[in-house]
């Protein structure tokens, strides 16, 4: 009798342990990024950040909405293209994911984040800064990282104030980032005084700029602006060096300001007047920044370039308001991201009314030996 009821007990807990499990809620978040082609190295490292957040998430056992929650990552590759980002997007939609964490590139998020907005599906993006996406208003989508107003005229600012100089060449790749933090870098340093001898453009596939780089070295620029990526700014580093331009200052914005073009520019002397400008505080003075990168390091050797903590904060930082609002619902928790005040990583994340972070730091970098150092 006794073992009959020791059976019965036993089968009582496995039916209520299975009742159990079959309560849990699996809410699936959407990373997106170029995991192939030249900007891979940022993908990963973008991905890399929001997968250690969910691995971090999900170690918590949190309960939202009465149901134990399990996070999934569902990592998609956009190669830093428009059509394919916005395909990746109605894919995500079609998922049905909770939210999502990402584009990289402005070109990508801009369309991406009309999509999203159309499905009803919250995004936060830690890497794309052109200003044009938060101007259609859309109350899902949200920037974590300081836009390319700030970092355009930090440059400019830094150009002509710290550094004197007076006459400035401009290049962009023609993307939507590229453009866009080239034409913040202009209009500030014409405000300032500075006189833009020369306007050129490439691609984001090029590497040969021998005759750009020809016709710009003609106007003797005290500063090249290259607004673009570092696969194309390292080999432009190399080639202002042959052209004998290494007495010319090079400036960019967060998307050459990476540890990869310290290896691509391959010793390039001209790295050693590179002046580049990221969204946010360094490692060093973010809130949690070194104990993180201490963490990531171990995680994922070697794959550190700029965007990571960002990522893992976006990724929390949909949860936070998940947790707020009780539900993983986009349409009840989404109203709770816009009222966030959450103490991540890279600083405490609150916005502004159009989705754009309060009070954006900026963070100036030179390469010291090869090595990227905060100049602030």
Not at 153 to 167: E, H, T
Not at 240 to 265: H, P, R, W
Not at 342 to 357: C, D, P, R
Request: glycine share 10%; with cysteine; net charge positive.
């Amino acid at each position: 009798m006794q073992m009959k009821l020791r059976v019965t007990a036993m089968a009582t807990l496995a039916m209520a342990a299975g009742f159990a499990s079959a309560q849990d809620a699996v809410v699936k978040i959407g990373h997106v990024a170029p995991m192939s082609g030249s900007q891979a190295h940022y993908g990963k490292d973008n991905e890399n950040g929001a997968r250690m957040a969910i691995e971090d998430l999900n170690a918590q056992n949190l309960v939202i909405g009465g149901k134990k929650v399990k996070f999934e990552l569902v990592a998609e590759d956009d190669a830093a293209d428009p059509k394919q980002g916005t395909a990746v997007a109605q894919k995500l939609c079609d998922l049905k994911v909770a939210g999502v964490v990402g584009h990289l590139n402005s070109g990508t998020t801009i369309p991406a984040s009309k999509v999203y907005h159309d499905c009803g599906i919250p995004m936060v993006t830690g890497a794309a800064t052109n200003p044009g996406l938060t101007k259609p208003g859309y109350k899902n989508v949200f920037r974590i990282i300081a836009n390319d107003n700030a970092l355009g005229a930090g440059l400019a600012f830094y150009a002509a104030d710290s550094l004197k100089l007076k006459k400035v060449a401009v290049i962009d790749d023609r993307t939507a980032y590229g453009q866009g933090v080239a034409e913040v870098f202009k209009k500030t340093a014409l405000t300032k005084g500075m006189t833009v001898v020369d306007e050129q453009f490439t691609t984001d596939k090029a590497t040969d700029f021998m005759a750009i780089l020809t016709a710009v070295k003609s106007k003797q620029p005290d500063v090249v602006f290259f607004g673009g990526m570092d696969a194309q700014g390292a080999p432009m580093l190399r080639q202002m060096e042959q052209l004998g331009m290494s007495n010319v200052k090079y400036f960019g914005g967060d998307g050459i300001c990476t540890s990869e073009i310290a290896k691509l520019a391959a010793g390039a002397k001209t790295l050693g007047n590179m002046v580049c400008a990221e969204g946010g505080a360094s490692l060093a003075k973010m809130p949690g920044g070194q104990a993180w990168k201490k963490r990531y390091d171990a995680k994922y050797p070697g794959q550190f370039q700029v965007y990571s903590p960002y990522t893992y904060d976006a990724t929390f930082l949909l949860v936070d308001a998940m947790k707020r609002a009780n539900s993983t619902d986009p349409k009840v928790y989404t109203p709770e991201l816009a009222k966030s005040n959450f103490k991540g990583v890279t600083t405490t994340i609150a916005f502004e009314t159009n989705g754009e972070l309060k009070n954006p730091a900026i963070t100036l970098y030179v390469y010291k030996d090869g090595k990227k150092t905060a100049l602030n």
